[in-house]
């Protein structure tokens, strides 16, 4: 009698257990519904500022690149643009959507603009701009104000210069 017993307590027993695994797997889905969407937000949020910033180290890259060759004895202005351009390129940016100055500061300070040096101390300065567009952010990044270089809303101005002097 008491095996008779044991069996019937243990079915009710499972009977309450599955009817309390219900209402929890019901809570799971609503919690898993209300954090998913922020979890998504912040995975894309990570992978967006990591490619903002790889175009940055790039755009940064490609201005030290322009300043190294600007330095270089009878180095062009031309030269000097090719040399940005194709860092650039080669590096899977679009070259043509790039704001490429030149500076020239002579040892007394003075400063010509859109042309490089080639006299010795003097120094070089090339600034270059990319527009990066952000895809998921982009309501929260025009939402911030964008950019003043850049044209579309949810775009970054990633703008970088780099000096050298000429020896």
Known sequence: MSDMRRSTMRGAGNRA???SLRGRAGQAMAEMAIVLP??????MGIIEFGLAFRTHQIVTNSA???ARVAVVPSSTTDDTRTAVESRLNNSGLNAAEAE???RCTDPNGNTTEGAICDSSGHETEVEVGYCHRFFVLAPLIAAAGGSDHCDELGEVDLRTNSTMRAE
């Open 64 to 66: 030290r690149e322009g």
């Open 38 to 43: 922020i979890l998504v937000l912040l995975v």
């Open 100 to 102: 490429i100055i030149f």
């Open 17 to 19: 257990r599955s009817g």
